[in-house]
């Protein structure tokens, strides 16, 4: 059974940081591109940041560029997403999500619809 099972989130002041994790199992989590998403409230679902751990391809949204970085632990199955210089925009549900593709090339990093497992989602919470 596929599982992934996010951490980390919580209440944050403005340019604080945040690190959450993303535990994967019942997968060859190495084959996998491995994304976060986020939503806030009453906002569609938007990609954040992605990696594809069998080339290192990595993905982000122009929002969180040069604040956010993607990471992976191969050994335990983790992704990590360090959040640095939160805003309160940042503010949402963050979800992890894994797609059997990606790669170099891959042109669905950000699109939630390309994503066939999900995990239930960490509330990070940003205050002015």
């Known amino acids: 059974e596929v599982q992934l099972v996010e951490s980390g989130g919580g209440l944050v002041q403005a340019g604080g940081s945040l690190r959450l994790s993303c535990a994967a199992s019942?997968?060859?989590?190495?084959?996998?591109?491995i994304g976060w998403f986020r939503q806030a409230p009453g906002k569609e679902r938007e990609g954040v940041s992605s990696?594809?751990?069998?080339?290192?391809?990595?993905y982000y949204a122009d929002s969180v560029k040069g604040r956010f970085t993607i990471s992976t632990d191969n050994a335990k199955n983790t992704v990590y997403l360090q959040m640095n210089s939160l805003k309160p925009e940042d503010t949402a549900v963050y979800y992890c999500?894994?797609?059997?593709?990606?790669?170099?090339?891959?042109?669905?990093?950000?699109?939630?619809?390309?994503?066939?497992?999900w995990g239930q989602g960490t509330q990070v919470t940003v205050s002015s």
């Open positions: 999500a894994a797609s059997y593709a990606g790669g170099t090339n891959w042109p669905f990093f950000g699109v939630a619809e390309a994503y066939n497992y």
């Open positions: 019942g997968f060859t989590f190495a084959s996998y591109t």
């Open positions: 990696i594809t751990s069998s080339d290192g391809t990595t």
